[in-house]
Structure formats: C-alpha cells, structure tokens
T-cell receptor
Framework: DQQVKQNSPSLSVQEGRISILNCDYT??????FLWYKKYPAEGPTFLIS???IKDKNEDGRFTVFLNKSAKHLSLHIVPSQPGDSAVYFC?????????????WGLGTSLAVNP | EAQVTQNPRYLITVTGKKLTVTCSQN?????MSWYRQDPGLGLRQIYY???????DKGDVPEGYKVSRKEKRNFPLILESPSPNQTSLYFC????????????????FGSGTRLTVV
C-alpha cells in the first residue's frame, strides 16, 4: 500500500510557466517531507524540504506547500526552465525506532518545453 | 566535494555468484542506508545503519547483507544473487537526527544497475 502517492506520472509545461507537482500521503506520523530531482543515470538529488510544523518553504524558484489537514503537498517551480526536465520524487520521513527511512512516491516526469 | 560514491555503476552477474557493491561517503554521516528502485514499486529500503557496527533491516532485506566496520563505508553484499535481485540500487547517507530535528536531506550515490542472469 503506497503511503506516499504521486498521482501524475508525467507533466508537460511550457518554459517560463509554472510547474505544479503534487503529492499525497496517508501517514499522519510523517514529520518531514522532501522533494528530490532525478536525471537518468544519476542518483536522486535533494531539492527542497518542509517540516510538518510549517506550511510553506521557499528556495529561489522552488516552493513547497504543505496542507496537513488534506495530507497533501505540492512543489511549485516558477518560472520553469528546460533544465528542470527530470523525474521529481516526493519522499516522507518516518521514524521507526532507530530507523530514519524515507518513504517514496513513484515520481512525476516533468518535461519543460522551450 | 561532499558525496556518496558507489561502485560499480553497472554489473551483470550470474545466479549464485557472490558480489559486493561498495558505498563510501565523505561527510562524516552517522546514518547510511541502501535502497532498491523497481518499476511500479519506487524506492524501497533494504538495510540501514545508525553508526559503526549498528545495522538493521529495512523493508526488503531478504537476500542481502551489509556491514559497517568504518563510519564512511557501508557495503551491500549479495551472497547468492538471484534474478529477482535485478534492480537499480542506491546508497544514501545523512546526519543522525531525532524526531523534530530537520536537516538538508539525504545524499544519494549515483546508483548501481545490477543484472542477475
């Protein structure tokens, strides 16, 4: 059972416009949420994160919003650039004893068209 | 440069032939973990380590072993690989934090694509 869901496998956006990637989760015990970007043949690269006590975090063109009541987070990229084309993963941190594992969504492939 | 280094990047092997995938980090991180990525299943945790000589199972540990003799290294061992272990493997590390503490995320290696025939 997927505890972290990214319901859109792919998204296509025009350069300069906003990209919105969505993520839903089911476990209210998650305390930290992260977005990773992945290019082919590379490992995931950390992009931005948000703790469960906040509702927004901004870093340059990237903003993550968290709606705890809806168990929903979103990543906004403004303006989108062709170099943003990659697979984006949403991950949630779960503490289980000593384990600080990440629970991952299946990813959304973003294509930014020039 | 702060990084997690995995080797090899690609490996094709035969069923039953023991292999080791190495992972090394230069950030003095206490916590290290192995994940495998499979289509439709995403990334799933295999094993993790809180510190030297402290390791434990993740969600899919069957068929794998790990060791943590030094803080920087966390090798993944497949004693008798089988075709269902064909996958893309990632090693990751982060600082040890407690609930309510936040850091900049987990650093991942570039991945090892393993094919077992």
């Amino acid at each position: 059972d997927q505890q972290v869901k990214q319901n859109s496998p792919s998204l296509s956006v025009q350069e300069g416009r906003i990209s919105i990637l969505n993520c839903d989760y089911t476990n209210s015990m998650f305390d930290y949420f992260l977005w990773y970007k992945k290019y082919p043949a590379e490992g995931p690269t950390f992009l931005i994160s948000i703790s469960s006590i906040k509702d927004k975090n901004e870093d340059g063109r990237f903003t993550v919003f968290l709606n705890k009541s809806a168990k929903h987070l979103s990543l906004h990229i403004v303006p989108s650039q062709p170099g943003d084309s990659a697979v984006y993963f949403c991950a949630a941190r779960a503490f289980a004893g000593n384990n600080r594992k990440l629970i991952w969504g299946l990813g959304t492939s973003l294509a930014v068209n020039p | 440069e702060a990084q997690v280094t995995q080797n090899p990047r690609y490996l094709i092997t035969v069923t039953g032939k023991k292999l080791t995938v190495t992972c090394s980090q230069n950030m003095n991180h206490e916590y290290m973990s192995w994940y495998r990525q499979d289509p439709g299943l995403g990334l799933r945790q295999i094993y993790y380590s809180m510190n030297v000589e402290v390791t434990d199972k993740g969600d899919v540990p069957e068929g794998y072993k790990v060791s943590r003799k030094e803080k920087r290294n966390f090798p993944l061992i497949l004693e008798s690989p089988s075709p269902n272990q064909t996958s893309l493997y990632f090693c990751a590390s982060t600082l040890k934090v407690n609930p309510g503490q936040y850091n900049y995320g987990y650093t991942f290696g570039s991945g090892t694509r393993l094919t077992v025939v």
